[in-house]
């Protein structure tokens, strides 16, 4: 039985609320939309050609790097154990 945790590490600090994890993935904090409704972590797919669209900009790697700071204490976002089933 193993566990599998993820946490996030990096902060972008142009865009309050995305974070990247260890993995190098782009998540959004919660948040709640217009309608009311409560959202959790959602991940952000990479979109053609290898940007992010984050509202109605698009940001690529380069662009974001120069933007991150190390969190001092990582935010855990889930943590579960890997089963065969």
Do not use: A
Request: proline fraction near 5%; charge should be positive; hydrophobic fraction near 35%.
């Amino acid at each position: 039985m193993y566990i599998c945790v993820m946490f996030i590490k990096w902060q972008i600090e142009v865009l309050q609320g995305y974070y990247f994890d260890n993995n190098g993935n782009l998540w959004k904090s919660p948040y709640t939309d217009i309608n009311g409704k409560h959202r959790d972590w959602r991940q952000l797919k990479m979109q053609y050609p290898n940007r992010w669209k984050i509202g109605q900009k698009t940001w690529s790697k380069t662009q974001l790097r120069k933007h991150l700071t190390l969190l001092e204490n990582p935010i855990e976002l889930y943590k579960t154990k890997i089963l065969p089933f």
